[in-house]
């Protein structure tokens, strides 16, 4: 099965576009944690036994292990395995490079980590983007219009009469053959969220940017879903998982969670109606 | 001092412009090594051991320590460890991200592995490339015209009349006031490395693409140096740490490291008559 069905098929069994970014900061996780022997593992494990019903995704950040030094990548291995079979994963670590080495981590990502899915940056080309393409199962999210304000400084400049994420939005859908290319678009650009959506009606967008950065739930649903109210990925990370500091960490993650998966059920049916 | 000026110190002090890609691969690592308890580390150890005296830096690719594993990345700073402080590193990892994840990235290659310079992919713009300059003594050598055959598909794209690569120059260029910024600028494209050379006189340019790229020596020196016969960091990997697949592949490698620096110094006695 392709990614883009498997994404289709998790999002209608769970009824839900939300992925959760498990970008774990030791400095920010509840203090009654850390007299544990693995204080991120179990932060991890308690978030995803809270919310995993209320997720399409869970999408952790590599950065976030690789700064915890020698043991970063062993407790995320560890905490791939506490997902859901299911649910999707989305290996955030915005890799490139030319397709000898591509293929390198593209191996690491899929094969040794498992992920089912990866995000890319296009800069250097097609053969650093393919090999990442090659297993139709997996899938890869390409870096278009990011959520930052970096994504004004390159991104929007003009290729002719178009912007250069624009170029991007088409290759993307030329290299698409295996049905598992997806785009990132950030939740801080709805008009052009739209408007990518119209190139590339049945591409999955990573859409991140809300919460902490601002971006608009409702308008991102509205803008980034296709005609079956599917394929938008709505990604928010410190909102849910910062949501308490305190013992009910957990459950304030569902909370704030839950609210969120209600107001994108009520803006789909609003856009079917 | 900043990171230009370390570069500037190392590369007189060893006459060499040579930097060598650690791109180790346990499947074309000598036969003979699988045998010991670390085959890579050991593998690295007796290349450094080799070549030391002849090189300004060392530029590990992250991508292939991450394929190896859980150890992968234990392997990558024990090789680390191995590399005479005088020489430069280059953490080869092209990350690129939003600003506080960014961050991430630049306290685990600088602070923990301990690098004294990355690669970075300056696709999401300024914030994702700041947090690596914050330091003048580290420094961040950002993507401009790579030297695989996909950079064609964005790199060269024209925005306005200049091309997209071009922009990322300027910026660089503009992003330097701590003097530790660095371009990447593929040995396959020797016109354009040239016109760069001329657009920042005083910048590092690090030109990977020499041997199994087929990008030529020559043209590399005279078209990245400085007016000094400086601040080009000529990259090679392949071709010189898979000089023999026998056990003297370490002799092997520095008989091909030091051809290569004696084609460097004549090239350069011959630029400064």
Chains 1, 2 share one sequence.
Request: glycine share 8%; with cysteine; hydrophobic share 40%.
């Amino acid at each position: 099965m392709t990614f883009t069905q498997r994404l289709r098929n998790i999002q209608s069994k769970q009824n839900s576009l939300l992925c959760i970014g498990l970008d774990v900061d030791i400095d920010k996780i509840p203090p009654h944690l850390l007299s544990m022997e693995n204080p991120v593992l179990g932060f991890n494990r308690q978030i995803i036994d809270a919310t995993h019903d209320l997720v399409c995704a869970y999408k952790p950040n590599l950065a976030f292990y690789e700064a915890m030094g020698k043991d970063g990548f062993a407790i995320l291995r560890e905490t791939l395995k506490l997902i859901p079979k299911s649910i999707l994963t989305i290996g955030d670590g915005k890799r490139g490079d030319i397709g000898n080495t591509a293929e390198r981590y593209a191996k690491s990502l899929f094969d040794d980590f498992g992920f089912d899915s990866v995000t890319v940056n296009p800069y250097m080309g097609f053969d650093s983007v393919e090999p990442f393409l090659a297993n139709p199962e997996k899938g890869a999210f390409i870096l278009a219009l990011t959520s930052n304000a970096g994504s004004k400084d390159f991104q929007r400049l003009k290729v002719g009469i178009k912007p250069l994420y624009e170029k991007i939005v088409l290759a993307a859908k030329k290299w698409n053959s295996n049905q598992n290319v997806g785009l990132v678009i950030g939740a801080t650009h709805p008009k052009e969220l739209l408007r990518v959506r119209k190139i590339v009606p049945d591409i999955p967008i990573l859409i991140p940017g809300i919460g902490k950065q601002s971006g608009n739930l409702k308008s991102s649903i509205r803008c980034g879903c296709d005609k079956h109210g599917q394929l938008a990925v709505i990604n928010a990370s410190r909102s849910i998982i910062y949501a308490s500091s305190g013992k009910d960490f957990a459950e304030a993650a569902r909370t704030e969670a839950k609210k969120m998966v209600e107001e994108m059920r009520m803006t789909i049916e609003q856009l079917n109606n």
